[in-house]
């Protein structure tokens, strides 16, 4: 298949007038590993986008759609891309047990080719004879086994030594995404259609999420003028999975910045200083990511932390349906302690301290004056 051609699959479905359209709470069936094989190029990719071996023991679950991917931001440059024909499920995150352990969690893109749609009253997609001699309902290609998409999960360079790079979906965005500039209105109005975004919250987004970011660079640029270049301070590991934190001020998180607005390389991003002052439960410590622009993996300096619901929700990336998790420092984050609930003797000597109540074994018992 030549580069950046459509699948015969897809494109035999465009000739009969069926173009795939899954929507935002559509439920579809994760296609089996034979059947993905079989879509994929000599790279391990369907329009370029890699079929990962984390993904196959996804296959023959049932998912939702939660977002169409339209589009994908990418961090390393500030762009964002148009994506075609591909869905985000549920909450289905790569583990990156087949890409060094990686602990990114990134959300998983998925063709629409390697899924089937569960719909009452609405019919599957079409499924062609490939004319090959191959079983009806299997689509194309020269993949055989698995080993096919290990092999291509890594690659080493060498430039004055041995240099392990890693190739996934997250690297591989501006191969199968196309850029889409930001006045392009149609990107809006699919986001719309595909239920990914409702219009009162697209037109909030637009009016107010870029004069968010305006403000807080701008803001953020003349503090940062401000302060000496100097090592950025930190904390010492102190929260765990299922700890309660309250994340600080922005004042409070400023200090701890550098002149680029990191602490020890990690950005503060826009989208974080919304989330000041708010309470979330850590999920877990993560200690090393692969970098999506150089492909290598990177080690974290004392971990950071990921926290449940605190993602990047898009409105400041043209409404980028990623979902990526937000990576915190301990040192912006502050304990919130349980309050252990009062005894009826605690609260009876505040109230009533000449007759305190006691708990005993049996019962309430009172104490007389």
């Given amino acids: 298949?030549?580069?950046?051609?459509?699948?015969?699959?897809?494109?035999e479905n465009q000739h009969k007038g069926i173009a795939p359209s899954l929507r935002v709470g559509d439920l579809v069936q994760v296609r089996s590993a034979e059947e993905i094989l079989l879509t994929l190029d000599e790279r391990g990719a369907l329009d370029r986008l890699p079929f990962m071996p984390e993904m196959l023991r996804f296959c023959g679950q049932r998912f939702t759609v939660i977002k169409r991917a339209n589009k994908a931001c990418t961090p390393s440059d500030g762009t964002v891309r148009q994506v075609q024909n591909a869905v985000h499920l549920d909450d289905v995150r790569c583990d990156g047990s087949a890409h060094g352990g990686c602990e990114a969690s990134c959300l998983l893109y998925w063709k629409e080719e390697w899924l089937k749609p569960v719909h009452q009253g609405r019919a599957n997609f079409a499924v062609r004879d490939s004319g090959n001699g191959k079983a009806p309902g299997v689509l194309f290609g020269p993949w055989n086994s698995v080993d096919d998409l290990l092999r291509n999960t890594t690659q080493t360079a060498i430039a004055g030594g041995s240099v392990e790079k890693f190739h996934c979906q997250a690297t591989a965005i501006p191969e199968f995404g196309k850029p889409l500039p930001p006045w392009d209105v149609r990107q809006y109005v699919r986001d719309v259609k595909?239920?990914?975004?409702?219009?009162?919250?697209?037109?909030?987004?637009?009016?107010?999420?870029?004069?968010?970011?305006?403000?807080?660079?701008?803001?953020?640029?003349?503090?940062?003028?401000?302060?000496?270049?100097?090592?950025?301070?930190?904390?010492?590991?102190?929260?765990?999975p299922g700890d309660t934190v309250e994340i600080r001020s922005m004042e409070q998180i400023e200090a701890t910045l550098d002149q680029r607005g990191r602490n020890r390389g990690l950005s503060f991003t826009p989208e974080m200083k919304e989330m000041c002052g708010r309470r979330f439960r850590v999920v877990r410590r993560i200690h090393k990511i692969i970098d999506e622009h150089t492909g290598r993996m990177v080690r974290l300096a004392g971990g950071c932390l990921i926290l449940e619901g605190a993602i990047c929700r898009g409105d400041l990336h043209r409404f980028c349906p990623r979902m990526a998790h937000l990576y915190w420092r301990d040192i912006w984050l502050e304990g919130v302690r349980a309050r252990t609930p009062a005894t009826v003797t605690q609260i009876s000597t505040v109230l009533a301290p000449r007759a305190a109540t006691a708990v005993s074994a049996t019962g309430i018992t009172q104490s007389g004056s």
């Fill in 1 to 11: 298949m030549a580069d950046g051609a459509p699948s015969p699959f897809m494109a």
């Fill in 194 to 240: 595909s239920g990914n975004v409702k219009l009162p919250e697209m037109l909030r987004g637009l009016l107010a999420g870029s004069a968010r970011k305006l403000r807080f660079v701008f803001s953020a640029k003349q503090n940062m003028k401000m302060l000496p270049v100097m090592r950025t301070p930190f904390s010492s590991p102190e929260f765990g």
